[in-house]
Structure formats: C-alpha cells, structure tokens
C-alpha cells in the first residue's frame, strides 16, 4: 500500500476533522499531492492539492476558507484540516499523489490513490 488516509469520522456541522494521508518515499515526496471526494450516487470531485513542496496550494471553491491543505515532506505525509463541515461534505475522502511536481485539480494528473476514509457531517 503506497498512500495511507486516515482521521474520517462523524461531526457535526460546523465542526473540524482533520485528514491524514502517508505516502512512502518512492511516491510522495517529490510529487503534488490531492485530496478528492466521492459523495453517495456522484463522481469523484476535487478538493485540494498542493505542490511537491508546498509552495502553492489550489482548493475547489465548495471548501475554499474552511479547509486547507498542508504537507510534511520528512514525514511523507500531507493533511486536510477541515473545519466549518457542512452536511454536503459527506463523502469518501481520498488522497492521491500527482504525476507531476506542481499542484493541480486535474485528476487525470494523479497516478496513486488511497483507499479512502469516510467523513459523514450531520445536521
């Protein structure tokens, strides 16, 4: 397994979670990394992505000012701190490492996937 997400849960809207993925060396740390969700009966959307050293960051604008994107290069590791969660977050959440070294939304770019962690906001 290459890219590890963890920290989903239940919260309440107007609450915080924070996400975690690691990646291993080979697959992470010169690459941009994302997050994407995937809500019940829709398609996989994206949320964040930030560049192989963090210089730049890109959010969708459904989350733009309530979450943010950050990585850890030594630990090979990127977070999503996710705060002001509405009930339309629900959703799998996935992280996934780029092809490429800059950010980018275009999920075509993104080559490895985890395997998802479940985030349900109730009302």
């Known amino acids: 397994v290459q890219l590890q997400a963890s920290g989903g849960g239940l919260a309440q809207a107007g609450g915080s979670l924070r996400l975690s993925c690691t990646t291993s060396r080979r697959t992470g740390s010169n690459n941009g990394m994302g997050w994407f969700r995937q809500a019940p009966g829709k398609e996989r959307e994206f949320v964040a992505t930030i560049s192989w050293n963090g210089g730049s960051t890109y959010y969708a604008d459904s989350v733009k000012g309530r979450f943010t994107i950050s990585r850890d290069r030594i630990k090979n590791a990127v977070y999503l701190q996710m705060n002001s969660l509405k009930p339309e977050d629900t959703a799998v959440y996935y992280c996934?490492?780029?092809?490429?070294?800059?950010?980018?939304?275009?999920?075509?770019?993104?080559?490895?996937w985890g395997q998802g962690t479940l985030v349900t906001v109730s009302s």
């Open positions: 996934a490492s780029s092809r490429y070294a800059q950010a980018t939304s275009d999920i075509s770019a993104y080559a490895y």
